[in-house]
């Protein structure tokens, strides 16, 4: 029988400090698509972008330590949840979602990198969180 072990959330602040402070070691695991990296990402020492559908199979040759702090994110939560699940389950311990992906962290002011540089978005709404 498989049992699902729900990773821990991470929320933007304690993030944003690891990142700033570059004492913590850790993975920042980007799973969207390509498009969607391209567009914008979180900048960390130690980042890898992988696809969701790629995870188990590339993530794992290339991290090996599974006591590695890892933080997984997707645009909006829910697929950075199930890759962070799918990583506890292969022996991953240190496994975080960052709390509402992405656009959370765009919403909250963070900066974000793409082929333009690094920026910070000061007046941002998206077509992802309109409710129709």
């Not at 990773?7 to 400090?17: A, F, M, T, V, W």
């Not at 992405?102 to 309109?130: A, C, H, M, R």
Request: charged share 25%.
């Amino acid at each position: 029988m498989r049992t699902c072990k729900y990773p821990q959330s991470i929320d933007n602040k304690i993030l944003h400090g690891w990142i700033e402070d570059g004492g913590k070691e850790f993975v920042l695991l980007d799973i969207r698509e390509p498009g969607e990296v391209s567009a914008a990402k979180i900048v960390a020492d130690e980042s890898m972008d992988i696809p969701r559908g790629l995870v188990e199979f590339v993530f794992t040759q290339k991290i090996t330590d599974h006591d590695m702090p890892v933080v997984v994110y997707c645009k909006k939560g829910g697929r950075g949840a199930l890759a962070a699940a799918t990583l506890k389950e292969l022996g991953y311990k240190n496994v975080y979602n960052l709390d509402g992906g992405i656009l959370k962290w765009i919403t909250d002011g963070y900066p974000v990198s793409n082929f333009f540089g690094e920026f910070e978005v000061k007046s941002f709404e998206s077509n992802f969180q309109k409710k129709s």
